[in-house]
């Protein structure tokens, strides 16, 4: 879903915010409005657009608009509270934006030496691109090497595939909405992970010393949602 561009202001809808963290529109939209009332952000206009019910029939919904300076902070701050791990993400969509309005409306040299700076200017940013390529495509081979691996992985095995302590993997995912503590201080993940496919439970069970026996669940790492995880962290480059 690409985000809607014209000539004078960049805009960014509600439902393209849940595309980008992969939640649902409501949930995004229940999200907006609580900053909303805690005024931490301020109320973007609603329109209407075409889309879909459960069943697949043509209906119209709503979505909110973030526009211009404030709606680029304000979405930010939005996917800051739904899932800070897309919050650079966002960042770099709303630059995309900007590149892409830019190419919508260029700027002509005026003279000769504007002329030469612009051409100096898209040859640095060429340079610039091509020097981005080549760092990250050793890290892109190595995602493509754990997406197409098969079977998924515990906490450790994880932690170690993704070259991070695992106890630091552990508060990460904590902190970041991925897995939480029962009652019981057993590690389990979050409903949204699993209907995402990033992790996965994996039952058993075993006897105790007087022969009772007890049902347990082990979090368990997707292909999937250690490929996003090694995208997140060959950004983020450390874990807080």
């Not at 949930?27 to 005024?39: D, G, N, P, Q, Y």
């Not at 119209?60 to 930010?76: A, L």
């Not at 992985?153 to 994880?158: H, K, N, P, V």
Request: aromatic share 6%.
């Amino acid at each position: 879903m690409l985000p809607v561009i014209n000539q004078t202001t960049l805009r960014m809808t509600s439902l393209e915010i849940a595309d980008l963290v992969q939640s649902r529109h409501d949930v995004v939209k229940k999200s907006i409005e609580r900053l909303i009332t805690k005024a931490v952000i301020i109320q973007p206009p609603l329109e209407d657009v075409p889309g879909h019910d459960a069943m697949g029939r043509p209906r119209s919904m709503q979505v909110y608009v973030f526009t211009g300076e404030q709606g680029r902070r304000d979405s930010i701050v939005v996917v800051a509270q739904l899932s800070p791990e897309f919050t650079a993400a966002l960042v770099d969509r709303w630059q995309e934006l900007e590149r892409q309005a830019q190419l919508v409306t260029p700027v002509l040299p005026q003279s000769f030496a504007d002329a030469l700076r612009l051409a100096a200017d898209q040859a640095e940013q060429i340079e610039q691109q091509q020097a981005r390529l080549a760092a990250i495509e050793p890290k892109a081979a190595a995602l493509d090497v754990i997406d197409a691996s098969v079977g998924s992985m515990g906490i450790r095995e994880t932690a170690k595939t993704l070259g991070i302590q695992q106890n630091k993997f552990v508060n990460w995912c904590i902190n970041h909405g991925w897995m939480y503590r029962d009652i019981k201080n057993k590690l389990q993940p979050y409903g949204q992970r699993l209907q995402q496919g990033f992790m996965e439970q994996r039952f058993g069970s075993y006897y105790d010393s007087q022969g009772i026996a007890h049902a347990t669940a082990q979090p368990m790492f997707t292909p999937k949602g250690i490929t996003h995880l090694a995208r997140i962290f060959s950004v983020v480059h450390e874990v807080a």
